[in-house]
T-cell receptor
Framework: AQSVAQPEDQVNVAEGNPLTVKCTYS??????LFWYVQYPNRGLQFLLK??????LVKGSYGFEAEFNKSQTSFHLKKPSALVSDSALYFC???????????FGKGTRLSVIA | NAGVTQTPKFRVLKTGQSMTLLCAQD?????MYWYRQDPGMGLRLIHY???????AKGEVPDGYNVSRLKKQNFLLGLESAAPSQTSVYFC????????????????FGPGTRLLVL
């Protein structure tokens, strides 16, 4: 069975500083990994995904994530945080295209001006 | 393209009442999903469909039924609502694997907020 852990319920960072939102996963076989963002009173928006290839994946709004197979992690990063990045971030995993995604519980990012 | 739309946006029910949530997508996606989102629980899959006329149970299917009579629509039904079903419900859709480089990426609707008293 697949599972995702987001160990931090809340991450606070000052505007302009780098940010990291952590995600670890458990899946049999090769993982398909995703990050989604949710702004208040909105649905989830796709940020980026790792299927295969380069371990560093670049996505929307300047976000990137690094796939680390040995640590079973897929942390989301951004070099310089913006106040507008404040939102709820979800990591998700599946083991192939035929199985539904399993989502983490979410991490609330707060960027302070 | 409207993407994924959900109807209604908000609803209040009394315990025991029934209702149907409608999800529609105009992206010709094969796969459709219903999730519920509760504080501290993330998104949990209720039911999903891999094509017209097919449905499957997710993580938390009890108390819900679904139907996929048309490819573009996925209905979620509550036959006898309970306060434990108070939640925000999200629909999502995605391409069939192997048909697009955007496969597996799920596209979400704006959500339906349901309050059961």
């Amino acid at each position: 069975a697949q599972s995702v852990a987001q160990p931090e319920d809340q991450v606070n960072v000052a505007e302009g500083n780098p940010l990291t939102v952590k995600c670890t996963y458990s899946v049999s076989g090769n993982p398909y990994l995703f990050w989604y963002v949710q702004y208040p009173n909105r649905g989830l928006q796709f940020l980026l995904k790792y299927i295969t290839g380069d371990n560093l994946v670049k996505g929307s709004y300047g976000f990137e994530a690094e796939f680390n197979k040995s640590q079973t992690s897929f942390h989301l990063k951004k070099p310089s945080a913006l106040v507008s990045d404040s939102a709820l971030y979800f990591c998700a995993v599946t083991r192939s295209g035929n199985t539904p995604l399993v989502f983490g519980k979410g991490t609330r990012l707060s960027v302070i001006a | 393209n409207a993407g994924v739309t959900q109807t209604p946006k908000f609803r209040v029910l009394k315990t025991g009442q029934s209702m149907t949530l409608l999800c529609a997508q105009d992206m010709n996606h094969e796969y459709m999903y219903w999730y519920r989102q509760d504080p501290g629980m993330g998104l949990r899959l209720i039911h999903y469909s891999v094509g017209e006329g097919t449905t499957a149970k997710g993580e938390v299917p009890d108390g819900y039924n679904v139907s996929r009579l048309k490819k573009q629509n996925f209905l979620l039904g509550l036959e006898s609502a309970a306060p434990s079903q108070t939640s925000v419900y999200f629909c999502a859709s995605s391409y069939f694997p192997g048909t697009s480089d955007r496969q597996e990426t799920q596209y979400f609707g704006p959500g339906t907020r349901l309050l059961v008293l």
